[in-house]
């Protein structure tokens, strides 16, 4: 037979890593300074609106809500009507812009639907308003003193410092120091036990016999 021929060997390749030199410890290496941000010199970081001082580095719609009468929604689409993006801050508004924001304010009942009105069907005028600042205060406490005076079911509540719409006030609303029990409520209590304990200890007790009179001769 035959014999079969050994494969030949293949020797493998290894890689020799060179050594690393370790470096001596120095100073580490210096940071440069950042750049400053160049900052405009119009730009200013309180501005009044509408009588309110609102922060210049938020952005416009972030800020309005801080008037009273606006909401988020409410300065959302003044500012789209406006055509002025939300996300500018409000500092970087030059002084026409904020004028003309001023005015937008005071007429923003006549560019927003009627379901954003936060007075509709005024009482004394009937009409759909959009108040503002103090004129919403006034609005507002002009409305409880009627139903105060009036004697309505809220007039009442608001007499007794009590919630007006229907919350639970078990748990809620509890304002005023913890009093526990008063000391006329055990006084009578310990009265009215005194009185019952008393006709029952007469019936317990036997009846002393009756003396008798003496026989006359």
Avoid at 4 to 20: F, L, R
Avoid at 22 to 39: M, N, S
Avoid at 97 to 108: A, F, G, M, P
Avoid at 121 to 133: F, K, Q, V
Wanted: a positive charge.
């Amino acid at each position: 037979m035959e014999k079969k021929e050994a494969a030949p060997k293949v020797e493998e390749k290894v890689e020799k890593k060179e050594p690393v030199e370790k470096k001596p410890p120095g100073k580490p290496p210096e940071r440069k300074p950042e750049e400053k941000k160049a900052v405009d010199s119009d730009f200013r970081q309180l501005v009044r609106v509408s009588g309110v001082v609102l922060d210049g580095n938020k952005p416009v719609y972030r800020v309005l809500p801080a008037i009273s009468g606006i909401g988020y929604n409410t300065a959302k689409s003044l500012l789209f009507t406006m055509g002025i993006s939300r996300e500018v801050k409000l500092g970087s508004l030059t002084e026409e812009e904020v004028s003309k924001l001023e005015d937008n304010i005071k007429t923003v009942g006549q560019k927003l639907p009627k379901w954003m009105l936060n007075r509709q069907r005024d009482y004394d005028t009937g009409e759909n308003l959009h108040l503002i600042g103090s004129e919403l205060e006034i609005a507002q406490r002009e409305d409880v003193t009627r139903q105060k005076k009036i004697k309505s079911y809220k007039g009442v509540r608001h007499i007794l410092g009590l919630p007006v719409r229907g919350q639970r006030t078990r748990t809620s609303f509890r304002t005023g120091s913890a009093l526990g029990v008063s000391r006329k409520k055990t006084a009578q209590a310990a009265a009215a036990a005194a009185k019952g304990a008393a006709p029952a200890a007469a019936k317990a007790a036997p009846a002393a016999p009756a003396a008798e009179k003496p026989k006359k001769e």
